[in-house]
């Protein structure tokens, strides 16, 4: 059974740093595209960051201040968050995807983890 | 960048047709999924690849991709469907595009 946790959320001052962790079962995370996808208290969905078999992509909200990675060991994924902002609070959900013909969609949700930012 | 664009709210009386569309250029030449959300859970798969249906989704909900507009359409809406429903397609250069977000309402 696949399963997706996320872990590392919670309350944070602006400016600080935060490292949301993603533990995967079922699949090797090497093998899948991996996104992080946020939505803020009562907005849509946004996605924020994917990791692919080498490259990593960012939207442009946290381009150059979060990090998406991966721990092949643990079967792990992450997401390092520089320099927060208020507007980052939000859920954070971990996903992965299926790709087929060029296109990929998420097939695999996590429950998804608070961050908190505010003084 | 792409855009995705959806309109804010579709409400619908029960056992009649909700249709939610999500424009964008030339969005027939690619792939549309579709999401549901319902309040505070993760969102679920119910449409991939334009008109495929997951395992375990009920055959009321189709979807069709064509020129500058992909459309969900839920026949004989139940109570159950009243969710929030995301298109989302992949772009190869800079990853994933979501849909602003579509609140069905059942009345």
């Given at each position: 059974?696949?399963?997706?946790?996320e872990?590392?959320?919670g309350?944070?001052?602006p400016?600080?740093?935060?490292?949301?962790?993603?533990?995967?079962?079922?699949?090797?995370?090497?093998?899948?595209?991996?996104?992080?996808?946020?939505?803020?208290?009562?907005?849509?969905?946004?996605?924020?960051?994917?990791?692919?078999?080498?490259?990593?992509?960012?939207?442009?909200?946290?381009?150059?201040?979060?990090?998406?990675?991966?721990?092949?060991?643990?079967?792990?994924?992450?997401?390092?968050?520089n320099?927060?902002?208020?507007a980052?609070?939000?859920?954070?959900?971990c996903?992965?995807?299926?790709?087929?013909?060029?296109?990929?969609?998420?097939?695999?949700?996590?429950?998804?983890?608070?961050?908190?930012?505010?003084? | 960048?792409y855009?995705?664009?959806?309109?804010?709210?579709v409400?619908?009386a029960?056992?009649?047709?909700?249709?939610?569309?999500?424009?964008?250029?030339?969005i027939g030449?690619k792939?549309?999924?579709w999401?549901?959300?319902?309040?505070?859970q993760?969102?679920?798969l119910?449409?991939h690849?334009?008109?495929?249906?997951?395992?375990?989704?009920?055959?009321?909900?189709?979807?069709?991709?064509?020129?500058?507009?992909?459309?969900?359409?839920?026949?004989?809406?139940?109570a159950?469907?009243?969710?929030?429903y995301?298109?989302?397609?992949?772009d190869?250069?800079?990853?994933?595009?979501f849909?602003?977000?579509?609140?069905l309402?059942?009345?």
């Open positions: 059974e696949v399963q997706l946790g872990t590392g959320g309350l944070i001052q400016g600080g740093s935060m490292r949301l962790s993603c533990a995967v079962a079922g699949f090797p995370v090497s093998d899948n595209y991996m996104s992080w996808v946020r939505q803020a208290p009562g907005k849509g969905l946004e996605w924020i960051s994917v990791i692919l078999r080498g490259d990593t992509y960012y939207g442009d909200s946290v381009k150059g201040r979060f990090t998406i990675s991966r721990d092949s060991s643990k079967n792990t994924v992450y997401l390092q968050m320099s927060l902002k208020v980052d609070t939000a859920v954070y959900y996903a992965s995807h299926y790709c087929s013909s060029g296109s990929c969609y998420i097939d695999y949700w996590g429950r998804g983890t608070l961050v908190t930012v505010s003084s | 960048s855009v995705l664009t959806q309109p804010p709210s409400s619908v029960p056992g009649k047709t909700a249709t939610i569309s999500c424009g964008g250029k030339n030449t792939g549309v999924h999401y549901q959300q319902k309040p505070g993760a969102p679920v119910v449409i690849s334009d008109s495929d249906r997951p395992s375990g989704i009920p055959p009321r909900l189709s979807g069709s991709n064509s020129g500058n507009t992909a459309t969900l359409t839920i026949s004989r809406v139940e159950g469907d009243e969710a929030d995301y298109c989302q397609v992949w190869s250069g800079s990853g994933v595009i849909g602003g977000g579509t609140k309402t059942v009345l």
